[in-house]
Structures are given as C-alpha cells and as structure tokens.
C-alpha cells in the first residue's frame, strides 16, 4: 500500500472511530487497532489524535464551502428556483454521503480545544455570511422575503442542522430526495419567493 492509500485508510479509520466513541473517549490504540497498523505508522502520518480530528474535519468543512454555488439569475438554462434548490442538493450529498464524519460535526466537533472552536465557528460564521449575502441578493431580485437577513440565515442554518441531526444521529428514514425536496418546500413557504414547480417540487 502506497503512502497517499495509506493515510487515506487511517483517515477513514479514525472517523469511524471519532464517529463511533467520540473525540474524546476515542484513543490513538483504537485507531492503529482497527487499522491494523503499529502505533509508529500511526505517527509516521498524524502528530496526535487532535491533528487526524481536525484534517477530518477540515476536509468536509472544504467541501461545503466549495458546493455553495452563488445564485445567478441571468441563467437562461436554469430558474432561480432550480440553482437554489441545487445548492441544498449539493450540501445534502455531501452530509450524507459521509455519515460518520457529519455525526462527528453536529456532536463532537465544537469543544475539542478553544483553537479547534475557533477555527469551527469561523467556518459557521463564513458560511453564514456567504447565506446572508444570497438572501440579501434574492430580496434586490424579489425571490426572498423582506425581513433580516442575518436572522433568515441562522433559521435557514439551524434548519438543516436540525433535519441532519435526526437523520445521522437519531436514525429517521429520509433519503436525499425526500430531504432536499422537503427542505426547498419548506423554505419555499418561508423566506423564498419561487415557483416551486419550476425546481420539481409541486405547489402545495
């Protein structure tokens, strides 16, 4: 096995076990254990448990970030409904694709150390300005609702936190489909201003 192959198992080995015990009861014996590596491979990879965590971690955070596609209403292939309805689908993928690793995010992911939350809720708050910007430009545009943008983000956010904890960490039945398409219907009745029929889901 190639030096990429293996650090790429003993990522995904430690997530199952980040996933499976939590940061802090998870310990590097588990991780080289499971992987059937001696501890000093572990090291040849990953200074300590917290350096495997974070790149983890970091990982989906920079998938995220790159999924978000900024709304363009100029689109003659696609309706304003169709790009924002896109987006929910790409982040949807994304959390459930991977399980483990966004059970790692909504439970143990905040609270490691005060650095590692720092860099977290930076993320959040990035994540939360590029939202506001969206619905700032979606009311300039007539798809979003007067009202504070701030506030429609962190709705919009704690949403979708929410759905997603139910789903990874509580074991509800919802696949992709029927998630994105309750979520866009969802916001569709709140804060958006779109044609749901337009993005594939009917009018209520």
Request: proline share 1%; aromatic share 8%; net charge negative.
């Amino acid at each position: 096995m190639g030096k990429p192959e293996r650090r790429q198992q003993i990522l995904t080995v430690a997530r199952d076990v980040f996933s499976r015990r939590g940061y802090h009861a998870a310990k590097i014996e588990d991780i080289v254990t499971t992987a059937g590596i001696a501890r000093g491979t572990f090291y040849l990879y990953f200074q300590d448990k917290r350096a495997i965590f974070e790149e983890i971690v970091d990982r989906t955070i920079a998938r995220l970030g790159m999924s978000i596609v900024r709304v363009d209403p100029s689109d003659a292939a696609r309706t304003v409904g169709d790009q924002i309805r896109d987006n929910i689908r790409r982040v949807v993928t994304i959390l459930l694709e991977d399980r483990a690793t966004t059970k790692i995010l909504l439970s143990d992911a905040l609270g490691v150390d005060p650095a590692f939350d720092r860099k977290l809720l930076a993320f959040y708050d990035e994540l939360s300005s590029m939202l506001e910007q969206s619905l700032r430009d979606g009311q300039g545009l007539g798809v979003v609702a007067e009202g504070d943008v701030r506030l429609m983000s962190w709705l919009t956010m704690g949403a979708l936190k929410e759905a997603l904890f139910q789903i990874v960490q509580r074991g509800a039945e919802y696949d992709e489909d029927r998630l994105v398409d309750g979520a866009f219907a969802f916001f569709r009745v709140g804060c958006l201003r779109v044609d749901g029929e337009s993005a594939g889901v009917a009018q209520q």
